[in-house]
């Protein structure tokens, strides 16, 4: 399976301000998704990441809270703008190979706490 | 809207026995299960995965049950390790493959010596 590398692995940011997480594939493929975790819960996911076109976003979750980007098979990014102390949770990247009957991989994930 | 649910927030074995985890799913749509173990720190690993036309699937000291009937799955684990301690989810899709998951609230596995 594709290993997944996310960063940063965990940050304390400041209310209103902005971060941006990348999540690096070493392989190419098809689809890749982005996950919420808030603390002792279950993961939500926020939005499919779509190579070269906006990404395709779940109920509860808008393109100006949680920009997307996809720019090759190998790499996305994940911006939580804007955040309050209600965005701290982990934020989960998961990549698919749509060419093969696989389940999603995982990232370790970032940790994100806003004071 | 549909969703997938755990009987038993967290479960206490012994090491050397067995473990079951289960997991009630609502979509009577759903064609493939897949169970995940998330270690403190780490992401969802994938442990096991079932499709819709099959009831028992075996891996390494490792089994999921599906019955479609009561729409229930579960994970069975043999000789429990303390390595086996862990956030255990389910996840279902009514897509054919991964791409749309639906997870489980999870249970806390917890190995006693």
């Known amino acids: 399976s594709a290993v997944i590398s996310q960063k940063p692995s965990r940050d304390i940011c400041q209310r209103g301000t902005s971060l941006t997480i990348q999540c690096q594939v070493d392989s190419q493929v098809t689809m890749m998704f982005w996950y919420r975790q808030q603390p002792g819960q279950s993961l939500t996911l926020i939005a499919t990441?779509?190579?070269?076109?906006?990404?395709?976003?779940e109920s509860g979750f808008v393109i100006d809270k949680f920009p997307i980007s996809r720019p090759n098979l190998t790499f996305s990014t994940l911006t939580v703008s804007n955040m309050s102390p209600e965005d701290s949770s982990i934020y989960l990247c998961?990549?698919?190979?749509?060419?093969?009957?696989?389940?999603?991989?995982f990232g370790d994930g970032t940790r994100l706490s806003i004071l | 809207g549909e969703s997938v649910g755990l009987h038993l927030p967290t479960l206490s074995v012994q090491e050397g026995d067995n473990s079951i985890i289960n997991c009630a799913y609502s979509n009577s749509a759903s064609d493939y299960f897949i169970w995940y173990k998330q270690e403190s720190g780490k992401g969802p690993q994938f442990i096991i995965d079932?499709?819709?036309?099959?009831d028992k699937r075996q891996g390494q000291r490792v089994t999921v049950l599906l019955n479609k009937t009561v729409k229930h799955l579960s994970l069975q684990i043999a000789a429990t390790q303390p390595g086996d301690s862990a956030v255990y989810f389910c996840?279902?899709?009514?897509?054919?493959?991964?791409?749309?998951?639906?997870f489980g609230t999870g249970t806390r596995l917890q190995v006693t010596l």
């Open positions: 990441a779509n190579q070269g076109s906006e990404a395709t976003y």
């Open positions: 996840a279902e899709t009514h897509t054919g493959t991964a791409s749309k998951l639906t």
């Open positions: 998961s990549t698919l190979d749509g060419n093969s009957n696989q389940p999603q991989h």
């Open positions: 079932i499709r819709s036309n099959m």
